[in-house]
């Protein structure tokens, strides 16, 4: 009933009204639950969700209690309800309003999901560009990352904060920031659900200066966008700030990204894990500039490629970039991830064992056997410091495992990668052509 509710309020009230309605009434829920102090303690305790809504006055008695909510606690929940306007129902539904909010009451009150269960189901719908970070991929980064008690970490570009609460050990101290005030709201309601404070879950961008977010950690991790350009999001020239080689106006942000979580590592027991696209792995002009200052400087630790189709609403080939502060080793690994895939439902996903395999590897691969390669600095600076992983680890399918339908997977791939190709070329020819106009 929740799911089939949801689609069709959506479908009716938009996708950006609807979502942070069910989510503040999933919160309410929740709250009602598991903090019936702090319910008594607002003089909620007698408080009817049913009995407001039939009565026609949810949508005021809500804007009440939640500004009680953001008053009484305002560290923890100061203006993650203001701006949602549940009274903005009154003109937009006229006289529909009550049957739409009585309906979405009901689906949230009488629903056997739990709380975050019904969060999950709700985020498929929330407005962003960010791109969720599959369960198995998070499972293995906080493999990769293992963070331990009291350490701090922080996911720059947090979205739902999935995937720094799929890495946080349960006393490590969370810091997140989210530039989508959506994303955001359910940023804050995932972390509490999960039994962390969300104090320092921030609405602000990752390269602002936020009050009091501490300026190194422990461990740094993200899943950030790709492909945007640098001329949509200003506040990410700083990370370019002290390099000798600058981007042009139209160059793609994605190792700004990589910058800011690098430099936000604590400079002796500092650890990060960031997703990238495949193309930035082999991209010339100053992303090549990068990734040679990275590794001459030592930081790289591993590359992992990942295999294909293990995200839902992209096609793009990804890998997992592994950096720390103090590596003894000069030697950078090289693993490829897609022998250890399982295929569900059209989808590729980690088992357990697999993210288990994978870490111990990495941890340990002089003890250790598959796909992968200790590839020295000398020779990755050969390649003109490419760094993708096919470039040094054999991963061509042998043929006893080609299949009509494995040979057109491979097609929708290559064809993917070369309409990248193509629109790289495209501003390539454009940044020459405005050059010549000078």
């Not at 929940?77 to 529909?96: E, T, V």
């Not at 921030?202 to 993200?222: L, M, R, T």
């Not at 994605?254 to 690098?262: H, K, P, S, T």
């Not at 022998?339 to 569900?344: D, G, K």
């Amino acid at each position: 009933m929740f799911s089939e509710t949801l689609k069709r309020i959506v479908e009716i009230m938009g996708p950006s009204h609807a979502s942070s309605y069910f989510g503040a009434l999933i919160f309410l829920k929740w709250l009602f639950k598991k903090r019936p102090g702090f319910v008594k303690m607002l003089g909620l305790e007698q408080f009817s969700i049913l009995s407001s809504a039939r009565n026609g006055n949810l949508d005021v008695d809500l804007q009440d209690i939640f500004a009680r909510i953001e008053r009484f606690e305002s560290n923890e929940y100061a203006g993650l309800f203001s701006w949602i306007n549940f009274s903005d129902l009154r003109p937009a539904y006229s006289g529909s309003r009550l049957h739409y909010i009585g309906e979405i009451v009901s689906a949230v009150e009488e629903s056997d999901l739990d709380e975050p269960a019904m969060l999950a189901q709700v985020l498929l719908f929330v407005e962003s560009t960010s791109v969720e970070t599959p369960t198995s991929i998070a499972e293995l980064i906080s493999a990769l990352v293992a963070c331990r008690a009291g350490e701090k970490i922080l996911d720059p570009v947090s979205g739902s904060a999935s995937l720094i609460l799929s890495c946080a050990d349960q006393a490590a101290k969370i810091t997140a920031l989210e530039r989508n005030r959506s994303m955001w709201f359910f940023a804050k309601l995932n972390t509490m659900m999960s039994g962390h404070s969300s104090t320092h879950v921030y609405n602000a961008d990752c390269f602002s200066d936020v009050p009091g977010v501490p300026d190194k950690f422990d461990v740094v991790i993200g899943n950030p966008p790709w492909g945007i350009r640098l001329d949509s999001w200003h506040g990410a020239i700083r990370a370019f700030d002290e390099l000798p080689f600058k981007p042009t106006a139209k160059s793609l942000l994605d190792y700004a990204f990589v910058l800011e979580m690098i430099r936000r590592m604590d400079p002796v027991r500092g650890r990060v894990a960031v997703l990238v696209s495949n193309g930035m792995l082999t991209r010339s002009g100053f992303e090549e500039q990068i990734r040679r200052s990275l590794i001459e400087q030592n930081l790289l630790d591993a590359v992992i490629a990942l295999p294909e189709k293990m995200f839902a609403n992209t096609a793009i080939g990804a890998s997992i970039l592994l950096f720390k502060a103090s590596r003894i080793s000069n030697d950078i690994l090289f693993l490829d991830a897609r022998p250890h895939a399982t295929q569900s439902r059209g989808q590729n996903s980690f088992s357990n064992d697999a993210v288990d395999t994978i870490a111990s590897i990495v941890q340990s691969p002089e003890s250790s056997d598959g796909p992968f390669r200790l590839v020295s600095i000398s020779e990755v600076a050969e390649q003109n410091f490419t760094i993708s992983v096919p470039r040094y680890v054999n991963t061509a399918p042998s043929s006893e495992h080609l299949s009509i339908e494995s040979m057109l997977e491979r097609k929708a791939t290559l064809k993917v990668e070369v309409d990248q190709l193509s629109d790289r070329i495209d501003v390539l020819v454009n940044e020459l052509r405005s050059r010549m106009l000078l």
